[in-house]
């Protein structure tokens, strides 16, 4: 059994928020380079070089890539022989969340959905648990902006619909949202599973890296392929034309039921701000 | 493409001459407003009450700024998504309100407004919100303080960088998604 502090895990998820809204990934910054030489419209140019601009200024300055720093989204995997100490688990990530975002300067953007009164803290995190073999502990934190998340769907094809319906739902998707949910995006894709599921399956897909290859080679080409559609639509960075339209496309699979095909699209801003930590 | 340099009030001159994809650097004071406050600006104009700030001439930021650190006057301020705001804009416009900063698109209603008002809607780069920071000189909360971020501040802004979107004569610099 191993024993870890609720104290460090507070801590550890602290420094993770402030980290991943201060400092763009190292593989998006290395996208961005990439597709600020690729781009041949001096407007689709500009958006990287203030991207790029934007994230060396965050880095100095300390300010978040983003005023919109997010709800703080956590996956967590704990092992079956890991032991909290002195506290709940979900307790210390949300104590640590609450610190990072208050001593970060992080906005805090939850709020009643009534009232709209804001909570002032950022609390609740939104976190989901998943049980595994193993003394290991490992969270996964992202900060989700409204205005990306706002531009996600879930829907329940029919299984007749297959493949082909499922590409014409993501592509059209992101051509509805168009400019306003800060391309060049992320897509993450939730395919089979049920409902809920898919919805998860397709944030959880947003945690692997841009150059990750999905290890099943046939989904790997799918992901080419809505890829590939996508950025044949010409929206381009924020929307002003261009090759770029979205970085990748992240897909994660489920068995579903006999009955449905579930189907989520969940969008990620360009910052992708995400982070982890294995204890 | 133009460039323009302007400085807040605006006129009709000012925003006559702007054409989608222009760049224009905003100088003086802007109004941050965003969800919350857009609700309770337009209740306030239900009541007959006075507004916290003169519409006239005005240009209003959709944004939600994040904590001011020590010694800086605004944390990160970049644009929010503006359709959130589109149900309230064409009200403000009809009063005087010259022009809108945010990212997205906009609806119909509000694309009318802007030719019937000459007014204007005009883009920053959504996600650059620590560059565009560097652009705001001082930031004053004016109503609505409870809101926390989505408080109403008076910002002073030199140089802050901006795009055409919708102009006052019906033009569009968003390109339309090509589905083959």
């Known amino acids: 059994m191993k024993m870890i502090p609720a104290s460090d895990i507070s801590q550890a998820v602290a420094a993770m928020c402030i980290t991943a809204n201060r400092e763009l990934p190292a593989d998006v910054q290395a996208a961005f380079e990439r597709c600020h030489a690729a781009e041949d419209s001096p407007a689709a140019k500009e958006i990287f070089r203030q991207l790029l601009e934007n994230a060396a200024l965050a880095r100095e300055t300390g300010l978040p890539l983003c005023q919109d720093c997010g709800l703080g989204v956590f996956f967590v995997e704990v092992g079956e022989d890991v032991k909290i100490e002195g506290g709940s688990l979900r307790q210390a990530i949300n104590d640590g969340m609450v610190k990072g975002y208050k001593d970060g300067y992080l906005r805090k953007s939850t709020c009643d959905p009534f009232s709209r009164k804001n909570v002032g803290d950022n609390s609740p995190a939104v976190i989901h648990f998943d049980i595994v073999p193993g003394d290991t502990l490992k969270i996964c934190m992202m900060a989700k902006g409204g205005g990306s998340e706002n531009m996600s769907r879930v829907t329940m094809l029919a299984p007749a619909q297959g493949w082909e319906g499922i590409k014409e739902f993501v592509v059209h998707r992101v051509a509805e949202a168009g400019p306003n949910p800060c391309p060049p995006t992320i897509i993450g894709v939730g395919i089979g599973g049920n409902f809920e599921l898919a919805a998860i399956n397709s944030k959880k897909a947003l945690m692997r890296t841009l150059d990750d290859r999905h290890p099943d080679p046939a989904i790997a080409k799918l992901e080419d392929e809505l890829l590939e559609a996508i950025n044949q639509l010409g929206i381009g960075p924020m929307g002003l034309g261009g090759k770029t339209t979205s970085l990748a496309v992240k897909i994660k699979v489920a068995p579903c039921h006999l009955a449905s095909l579930p189907l989520a699209v969940n969008v990620q801003c360009h910052s992708a701000r995400h982070k982890e930590v294995v204890f | ?180």
């Open chain 2, 1 to 180: 493409m133009a460039e323009y340099h302007l400085t807040t009030p605006l006129s009709d001159a000012d925003v006559e001459q702007l054409k989608p994809g222009d760049v224009v650097f905003v100088s003086g004071h802007i109004y941050t407003a965003r969800d919350a406050a857009h609700k309770r600006l337009v209740e306030a104009l239900d009541a007959g009450e006075s507004l916290p700030f003169d519409l006239k001439g005005a240009l209003v930021y959709y944004v939600g700024p994040s904590p001011a650190p020590p010694g800086r006057p605004i944390g990160a301020a970049g644009p929010t998504t503006s359709y959130r705001m589109d149900s309230y804009a064409p009200r403000l416009h009809s009063l005087g309100l010259k022009g809108s900063i945010g990212k997205g698109k906009r609806n119909d209603a509000v694309k009318a407004a802007l030719t019937q008002y000459k007014a204007v809607y005009l883009g920053a780069t959504g996600g650059a919100g620590a560059l565009l920071s560097q652009r705001i000189t001082d930031a004053k909360v004016i109503a609505y303080e409870d809101l926390g971020p989505e408080a109403i501040r008076e910002l002073t802004v030199k140089d802050f960088p901006l795009l055409v979107i919708n102009d006052c004569h019906g033009g569009e610099l968003y390109v339309q998604p090509n589905l083959g």
